[in-house]
C-alpha cells in the first residue's frame, strides 16, 4: 500500500453548471462539483474513498495512467487534471468507524446503567482500551 496516489481525472462541463469527473484508470469512480473548487476538493474525496475501498477488499489498485493523453474524450471547456490524495485520513477513518455489538450484561445492573445514563459503549470501548494497552 501507498501514502499517496495520484491518478489522471477528466473535469466535463455539466450542462446543468458546474462539472462532472470520471477518472479513467478507474471504473465507476465518478462524482460531480458545483463549481472548479467543489469539483477538485470531490475528485480527491472520491479517489480516496474509492481507492480505500479497493484496499480494503485486498484488490488490486490500477497502475494510473501518467501522462493521459487520450483527448479523444474532451468537448468544449471539459479538461484532464492529476488529482492526489494521501490514503492515511481515509484509512484512519474506516478503522475508527463503530461497530455494533451486542453484549448481555444482568438486568439490575442494566437498570442501574439508565438510572445513571451511562452510555455503555464508551464505557466498553475504554475498558477494552485499558486491557489491550491501548493508550489512544
Known sequence: MK??????????VAEEGGYWIEFPDLPMANTQGEDLEDALF??????GVYLSCLEEENEKIP??????????????GDFTQL?????APYRDEYKNEMERKNVTIPRWLNDI???KK????AVLTTALK???????
Do not use: Q
Not at 451511562?118 to 459503549?121: E, F, K, L, P, W
Open 83 to 87: 488529482v492526489e490524495v494521501y490514503m
Open 118 to 121: 451511562i452510555n455503555c459503549s
Open 42 to 47: 470531490m475528485a480527491k474525496d472520491c479517489l
Open 3 to 12: 501514502d499517496k496516489y495520484i491518478y489522471p481525472a477528466i473535469f466535463h
Open 113 to 115: 446503567v439508565k438510572e
Open 63 to 76: 497502475r494510473p495512467t501518467i501522462p493521459y493523453t487520450n483527448t479523444n474524450e474532451l468537448s468544449n
Open 130 to 136: 485499558e486491557k489491550l494497552g491501548i493508550t489512544y
